[in-house]
């Protein structure tokens, strides 16, 4: 009713048209409106996009009409009214784009959506189709199946049974939704691919873990995780990042975590350890964790021992040749200025007073130098 009381009554013309614009190609149902709201009726033809829709279309006075009708693969569309033989009365133009419906999302979904949207306590706006005409608020859709769901900030408490329900779910970031206890309820999740519990109370890993199959990220930093990390985790063949950091966790990590295509991070925890004979002492709980990342083993070890041998051995000649050139100096320094004679005469003074030293005292004026190369040389070995 409030449509039809909105006519457009222009001045008599032989030509009104509308330009419309359109998103994208594609088929297109439009609905007009007419009103005859004066005292004569008006005859005119219709055109879409050029193309004659209806000829001599009547609007009869004091009466409301609707004409309807289909474009197909469009990218504009234009609404023309020409040889008008009265004034024209259009209230309003409708454009629908036409697409085919893609399948329903399973009702074993849809359910589960139901079930977490009442046991968060808040509406989230989340009714009838969750992926159709478009997504739900926090949720991602590929076609007719929701991929992920994002409900960080919002009070869960604890993860509900229903998340286990959402079977093609690939990315779940529950981060600060205030969970405790222990992690549960995913084990149904077979295509889980991101998985974040971040800044929680969540105090064990649970068991649900090892069903995990495809998880590749695992964040659980800043929570209270208590105990030893499970050897479940290392497990998981496609993890490449897992973040541990700020629990409470202590005692060695799993061996199975040492993989080389597994970013590990573990700082802020009470005592974890590569080795087991770490964090066994009673008194050991106050150790704060040593920040640390699992990263792939390196070989070549044996280039290693070589660049470290050279190291050692040219490191102490540096030295030795530094200590000369000071001495030099400061002897230069010390000795007064003479002249090329004088210069001469005491190089002849003191190649006459030269001493030749024995092997021993070499060895006593420089502490055993050549010595400890050796010594070093074949300990690296």
């Known amino acids: 009713m409030v449509v039809l009381q909105t006519a457009r009554l222009l001045e008599r013309k032989k030509l009104l048209t509308y330009d419309l614009p359109l998103e994208e190609l594609g088929n297109y149902y439009i609905v007009l409106y007419f009103a005859g709201i004066v005292p004569v009726s008006s005859r005119f033809n219709i055109l879409a996009n050029k193309g004659i829709v209806r000829s001599n279309y009547t609007v009869t006075s004091r009466n409301s009409s ?25 209230n309003a133009i409708e454009v629908f784009q036409m697409v085919d419906l893609p399948p329903e999302t399973s009702s074993t979904t849809f359910s589960a959506l139901e079930v977490i949207q009442q046991y968060t306590g808040l509406d989230l706006g989340w009714e009838e189709d969750p992926c159709f005409p478009k997504p739900w608020n926090h949720i991602t859709c590929d076609g007719n199946l929701v991929t992920s769901i994002e409900l960080s900030g919002i009070n869960l408490r604890s993860i509900s049974p229903s998340f286990g329900d959402l079977l093609d779910l690939r990315i779940l970031d529950l981060h600060n939704t205030s969970l405790t206890g222990k992690l549960q309820n995913l084990n149904g999740l077979l295509h889980i691919e991101q ?6 109370d969540l105090t064990s890993f649970g068991t649900d873990l090892d069903s995990l199959v495809n998880l590749q990220v695992l964040d659980l930093k800043n929570n209270s995780l208590r105990g030893t990390v499970p050897d479940e985790l290392g497990a998981l063949k496609n993890l490449h990042l897992l ?20 970013f590990l991070r573990t700082s802020g925890n009470l005592c974890l350890s590569v080795s087991k004979n770490v964090c066994n002492s009673p008194g050991d709980a106050s150790i704060e964790a040593p920040q640390f990342t699992v990263v792939p083993e390196r070989k070549h070890r044996g280039h290693m021992h070589i660049a470290i041998i050279f190291g050692a051995v040219f490191g102490r000649i540096y030295v030795v040749m530094l200590i000369g050139f000071l001495v030099f100096f400061y002897m230069r320094k010390k000795t007064p200025t003479l002249s090329n004679t004088e210069k001469a005469e005491a190089e002849i003074r003191n190649w006459n007073a030269a001493r030749v030293f024995s092997y021993k005292e070499i060895k006593k004026a420089t502490n055993h130098w050549a010595c400890w190369v050796v010594m070093d040389i074949f300990r690296l070995k």
């Open 243 to 262: 973040n541990l950091e700020n629990n409470k966790l202590r005692g060695p990590l799993p061996q199975s975590l040492k993989k080389e295509d597994l």
């Open 195 to 200: 998985l974040n519990l971040s800044f929680n």
């Open 66 to 90: 609707v004409l309807h009708f289909t474009v197909e693969q469009v990218r504009g569309l234009n609404i023309t009214l020409q040889n008008i033989s009265f004034y024209p009365l259009i």
